[in-house]
């Protein structure tokens, strides 16, 4: 079955320190591949996704991620967190062409120490 | 811009009882999608429509039970609530934009089983 890993539970970081949090995925076809935030207390939001093209995707508040195919990989990164950056992070995939089902990974909650 | 709207937000509700989550959006999305969030268990998918009265079962269907009646609308109810459906419910939507389908999230509805 389709899965996706977080390997990262739980990350503790101080303010502009770099941030890169793990995203494997388990399928061997098209994905379609997203990080979701969700702030404390608040709702799912869309961060940045990859579709297809540079494999690169900047998304907002200046996060980026990096779309390894050969590794099944879509690590999310920062070069310098800020304290309103403590939330959880989700990964998730929907196969290419398939029903739009988000599979999500089980998340990483990220703490930023001022 | 209303996007999507869940109700109730909270609720506590006590064994065996029937409860019913609702889902509202705005944007004629074709997919809709329900997923309950637990800790360690990221969000999970119970079931989802593809269009008015065509509906799904995702990963975790067992005790729920959907309908879709309208496009707009994709009510959610646990027919005899167990202790182990106490968790935060989120209503999603996807349509189709320039890059591909993004699922954009409601602000979730904490249901508490006693």
């Known amino acids: 079955a389709q899965s996706v890993s977080q390997h990262n539970h739980h990350v503790i970081l101080s303010e502009a320190a770099s941030l890169e949090l793990g995203c494997n995925y388990s399928?061997?076809?098209?994905?379609?591949l997203f990080w979701y935030v969700q702030y404390p207390g608040q709702h799912l939001q869309l961060l940045l996704k990859?579709?297809?093209?540079?494999?690169l995707v900047k998304g907002i508040k200046g996060f980026e991620a990096e779309f390894i195919k050969s590794k099944f990989s879509f690590n999310l990164r920062k070069p310098s967190v800020q304290w309103s950056d403590t939330a959880e992070y989700f990964c998730?995939?929907?196969?290419?062409?398939?029903?739009?089902?988000?599979?999500f990974g089980t998340g990483t909650l990220l703490a930023v120490q001022p | 811009d209303a996007g999507i709207t869940q109700s109730p937000r909270y609720k506590i509700t006590e064994t065996g009882r029937q409860v019913t989550l609702m889902c509202h959006q705005t944007?004629?999305?074709?997919?809709m999608f329900w997923y309950r969030q637990d800790l360690g268990h990221g969000l999970r998918l119970i079931y989802y429509?593809?269009?008015?009265?065509?509906?799904d079962k995702g990963e975790v269907p067992d005790g729920y039970v959907v309908s879709r009646s309208k496009t707009e609308n994709f009510p959610l109810t646990l027919e005899s609530a167990t202790r182990s459906q106490t968790s935060v419910y989120f209503c999603a939507s996807s349509g189709t934009d320039l890059s591909g389908n993004t699922i954009y999230f409601g602000e979730g509805s904490w249901l508490t089983v006693v």
């Open positions: 944007w004629s999305h074709s997919y």
């Open positions: 429509s593809a269009a008015a009265d065509i509906t």
């Open positions: 990859y579709f297809s093209g540079d494999p």
């Open positions: 399928y061997g076809g098209t994905v379609n």
């Open positions: 998730a995939v929907t196969l290419g062409g398939a029903t739009n089902k988000l599979i």
